[in-house]
């Protein structure tokens, strides 16, 4: 048995996944201690955090994400339609890995010492895993910084040959030294960037993708974007979830219909001394249900 066909027999055969500790909040509250690296020592940024408290939470963003897609576009000079949004780095693991898996089965390489979620990932698609130069793998992964270690790694001397990601979420904590990656290195692969880790904000899982050039790969990466591109529309609207609104009513301007959600319920809080009966007024507008909060005792599926 050859390399490969062992190490693809794994895939159907894997060892059962040990115990995944988190290292963060879990049941019993926050960490005593909590190493994170989003957890930034001297809080979050503060032009971000300003920013963020200054959101219209009564107003849905732009499903289609075209003014980030086209900032993003214009900060890293590329078309905007290489730009891909995920719900968080880990997301875009699964969801990569997942498309690979359908577009060029194979194994999937890591690095020896790597980030979990690239094993875990590959395992749920199905795929064997691969210490990266062990045998060939039709998806790769290379942290640059590297996760835990914080090592640069060099670009493969092949980089437009297979699928591959540079995981650069570390890249902003680097305190010395700089990337090996030239312009050319990075046209070839899918870029992962997540934004969290240099503002120092825990709670924001979103992240993004710079995919590759397709004149600078020798697979087909249209096929493998229009089939990452189709789960955007699955980070805007689950078909089986429920949104639940609690508010007075009192903000500013009509927000428009939740397209998110399967259902709404709207928790109506307006305790004032003379009730406004807006969210009474959107429930009926958005075919949602109306729930005063003083009457509210665990709305059921």
Same mark, same amino acid.
């Given at each position: 048995?050859?390399?490969?066909?062992?190490?693809?027999?794994?895939?159907?055969? !894997?060892?059962?996944?040990?115990? $995944?500790?988190?290292?963060?909040?879990?049941?019993?509250?926050?960490? =005593?201690?909590?190493?994170?690296?989003?957890?930034?020592?001297?809080?979050?940024? !503060?032009?971000?955090?300003?920013?963020?408290?200054?959101?219209?939470?009564?107003?849905?963003?732009?499903?289609?994400?075209?003014?980030?897609?086209?900032?993003?576009?214009?900060?890293?000079?590329?078309?905007?339609?290489?730009?891909?949004?995920?719900?968080?780095?880990?997301?875009?693991?699964?969801?990569?890995?997942?498309?690979?898996?359908?577009?060029?089965?194979?194994?999937? =390489?890591?690095?020896?010492?790597?980030?979990?979620?690239?094993?875990?990932?590959?395992?749920?698609?199905?795929?064997?895993?691969?210490?990266?130069?062990?045998?060939? =793998?039709?998806?790769?992964?290379?942290?640059?910084?590297?996760?835990?270690?914080?090592? %640069?790694?060099?670009?493969?001397?092949?980089?437009?040959?297979?699928?591959?990601?540079?995981?650069?979420?570390?890249?902003?904590?680097?305190?010395?030294?700089?990337?090996?990656?030239?312009?050319? %290195?990075?046209?070839?692969?899918?870029?992962?960037?997540?934004?969290?880790? =240099?503002?120092?904000?825990?709670?924001?899982?979103?992240?993004?993708?710079?995919?590759?050039?397709?004149?600078?790969?020798?697979?087909?990466?249209?096929?493998?974007?229009?089939?990452?591109?189709?789960?955007?529309?699955?980070?805007?609207?689950? !078909?089986?979830?429920?949104?639940?609104?609690?508010?007075?009513?009192?903000?500013?301007?009509?927000?428009?219909? !939740?397209?998110?959600?399967?259902?709404?319920?709207?928790?109506?809080?307006?305790?004032?001394?003379?009730?406004?009966?807006?969210?009474?007024?959107?429930?009926?507008?958005?075919?949602? $249900?109306?729930?005063?909060?003083?009457?509210?005792?665990?709305?059921?599926?």
């Amino acid at each position: 048995m050859d390399r490969l066909t062992q190490a693809q027999s794994l895939a159907f055969n !894997p060892e059962p996944a040990p115990a $995944r500790v988190h290292g963060g909040p879990g049941r019993d509250g926050a960490a =005593a201690w909590d190493f994170s690296t989003c957890a930034n020592a001297a809080g979050p940024c !503060p032009q971000v955090l300003d920013a963020l408290q200054r959101v219209d939470p009564c107003a849905y963003p732009d499903p289609g994400y075209h003014a980030l897609r086209e900032r993003l576009a214009d900060w890293h000079r590329v078309p905007a339609g290489r730009i891909l949004f995920a719900a968080s780095a880990s997301e875009f693991i699964q969801r990569v890995s997942a498309v690979g898996a359908r577009l060029m089965p194979g194994a999937v =390489a890591v690095p020896r010492h790597a980030y979990g979620d690239y094993t875990t990932a590959a395992r749920a698609a199905g795929r064997a895993v691969l210490v990266a130069g062990a045998g060939p =793998a039709t998806l790769r992964w290379v942290g640059e910084p590297s996760s835990p270690r914080g090592q %640069d790694a060099a670009p493969p001397p092949d980089p437009q040959r297979v699928p591959t990601v540079l995981d650069g979420v570390y890249a902003p904590l680097r305190l010395q030294g700089a990337s090996r990656w030239n312009w050319a %290195d990075r046209q070839a692969v899918f870029v992962l960037h997540g934004p969290n880790k =240099a503002l120092g904000l825990c709670g924001l899982r979103g992240a993004y993708v710079v995919a590759p050039d397709a004149e600078a790969v020798d697979w087909d990466a249209a096929a493998w974007m229009q089939a990452l591109a189709a789960a955007e529309p699955v980070l805007q609207r689950h !078909p089986g979830a429920w949104l639940w609104l609690l508010s007075d009513g009192r903000c500013p301007g009509e927000p428009p219909a !939740p397209r998110a959600a399967a259902q709404v319920v709207i928790v109506d809080h307006d305790d004032g001394p003379v009730s406004i009966g807006r969210c009474a007024a959107w429930a009926e507008a958005w075919g949602a $249900r109306w729930v005063p909060a003083n009457r509210f005792d665990g709305e059921r599926r």
